[in-house]
């Protein structure tokens, strides 16, 4: 059975290097059995793909690929707060925002692309419960967010 690391390599994958907060407080942080990352833009070596609403500015599709990218993200954040990817146990919980314009109802389609992201890196493990909700805005105009809960490994 190959793990998280090796799935992710197979994908063509790596963990970027955390992102750096833009306002007070940290990536991810672990307490006991458990990492919680903060909310997680779609940034690429630091900077935003494409910015706006989704149903306008950016399509729901382009919106999915971004979420994948903000799933790989919270990895990268959770990995570091828990000793590594392999440390971590299973994904526990997604929470997505959609920066929506009016009218626009494809949250859960969007962050599909997450949560297919993680089942494809943990398998059965990567399954999760998950909120998709839609906002008005998010940080720096960001089309969408992903935060996580991961169980780690004792």
């Given amino acids: 059975m190959t ?3 090796e799935r992710l390599a197979a994908l063509g ?9 833009v306002a007070a407080y940290v990536p ?3 307490t006991g059995t458990y990492v919680y990352t903060s909310g997680q833009l779609p940034t690429v070596d630091g900077k935003l793909p494409a910015v ?6 950016v399509s729901a599709q382009e919106a999915a690929g971004m979420a ?3 799933a790989l993200n919270a990895l990268a954040a959770a990995a570091s707060a828990a000793g590594g990817l392999e440390a971590i146990r299973r994904i526990v919980k997604v929470t997505g925002f959609v920066a929506s314009a009016p009218g626009f109802g494809g949250q859960a389609q969007v962050i599909n692309g997450a949560s297919e992201l993680l089942i494809e ?13 839609g906002v008005a805005e998010l940080p ?8 996580l809960i991961a169980e780690v490994r004792d």
């Fill in 28 to 30: 991810a942080v672990r």
């Fill in 68 to 70: 994948r990218t903000c």
């Fill in 52 to 57: 706006g609403k989704v149903g306008d500015e």
């Fill in 13 to 21: 994958l790596t963990l970027p290097p955390v992102a750096a907060p």
């Fill in 121 to 133: 890196v943990f398998g059965e493990d990567g399954k999760h419960s998950r909120s998709a909700i």
């Fill in 3 to 5: 793990g998280p690391a």
């Fill in 140 to 147: 720096l105009n960001a089309p969408v967010e992903v935060e």
